[in-house]
């Protein structure tokens, strides 16, 4: 009988083991599943926000006024200040332009589909797309020159490189008798 009492005693610190690895594939599990949970969310926030500025303009873009950013005394084109809070996580979101077309990390501005789309990605995450009407949705960068905001360049796309709350100004403007959605920071120069 003395001998079951060893087999046993003998067998106690091999369960110990298994039950500590068998703990530590739960932990690692957990872990894993919970950085692809918190990627999902940052994800669905930053898409939710984008939903939100696209309804918001496609109002704006059926019926506002539009302001031709070439003539100095034009009246100001509808507007839409849109307060957005993306995720700490955010990588790029950018409005017109893929930020990241060859996801090396080193962004551009270029235009995709003539600026009608919308580009994020977050940590972890992979690059999404909104496709937008491009009819009606065609974003540039705003640059502030001669006291007025006009299309930065010949057209760029509007990027944002960091998660937390800001506030973005959308305005319908016109350049060369084509319409446009005209993006930049607010601030005091406005």
């Known amino acids: ?9 003998d067998q106690l610190p091999i369960r110990l083991m298994m039950s500590l ?5 739960i932990v690692v599990l957990i ?6 949970v918190r990627t999902f969310l940052a994800e669905q926030q930053v898409e939710t926000q984008c939903r939100l500025i696209e309804a ?20 100001q084109g ?8 993306l995720p ?10 893929d930020a990241d077309p060859l996801n090396t990390g080193v ?3 270029g235009l995709v589909e003539d600026g009608a789309v919308i580009f994020y990605r977050v ?28 299309v930065n360049g010949a057209g760029q796309s509007f990027i944002i490189h960091t998660g937390g709350t800001l506030s973005l100004v959308f305005e319908r403007v016109q350049k060369n008798h084509r319409s446009y959605i005209l993006v930049h920071n607010t601030d005091d120069i406005d």
């Open 31 to 36: 872990a894993g599943a919970s950085g692809a």
């Open 56 to 75: 918001s303009l496609s109002t704006m873009v059926g019926s506002g006024a539009v302001r031709d950013v070439d003539d100095l005394n034009a009246p």
């Open 107 to 109: 962004f551009s501005s």
């Open 1 to 9: 009988m003395r001998q079951r009492d060893d087999d046993a005693a």
């Open 21 to 25: 690895a068998i703990v530590a594939v």
């Open 123 to 150: 940590q972890g995450g992979s690059k999404q797309v909104i496709w937008l009407p491009k009819e009606t949705f065609k974003f540039r960068e705003g640059i502030f020159i001669d006291n007025r905001w006009g």
């Open 78 to 85: 509808t507007k839409r200040v849109q307060s957005i809070s």
């Open 88 to 97: 700490d996580s955010l990588i790029y979101l950018s409005f017109g332009g």
